[in-house]
């Protein structure tokens, strides 16, 4: 069975840090590429990083340069650095594979809150 669990969410002010992780199981987790998704209160899902099997990773505009996305593939563990955090970078984050396809799944989310 496919697990994925989050953690390292929290409550962060405006110009901080949070490093959020995301524990993989139940699949052969170096074979995949892996994503970071978050939804803010009352909106839809948004892409935020993309990380293939060998560590590169891409970004939605909003994060270039204050995210950066990393993968342990010994450890099956995806990881989201987030620096100079802001307002609205408030949501909850959720880590999956498989996005954008009849068989993706994500875990139960982490929740990130920016605010002074």
């Known amino acids: 069975e496919v697990q994925l669990v989050e953690s390292g969410g929290g409550l962060a002010q405006p110009g901080g840090s949070l490093r959020l992780s995301c524990e993989a199981s139940?699949?052969?987790?170096?074979?995949?590429?892996m994503v970071w998704v978050r939804q803010a209160p009352g909106k839809g899902l948004e892409w935020v990083s993309s990380t293939n099997i060998i560590g590169i990773s891409w970004y939605t505009d909003s994060v270039k340069g204050r995210f950066t996305a990393s993968r342990d593939n010994a450890k099956n563990t995806l990881y989201l650095q987030l620096n100079s955090l802001k307002t609205e970078d408030t949501a909850m984050y959720y880590c999956?594979?498989?996005?954008?396809?009849?068989?993706?799944?994500r875990g139960q989310g982490t929740q990130v809150t920016v605010s002074s």
């Open positions: 139940g699949f052969t987790f170096s074979s995949y590429t």
């Open positions: 999956a594979k498989d996005w954008g396809t009849p068989t993706a799944r």
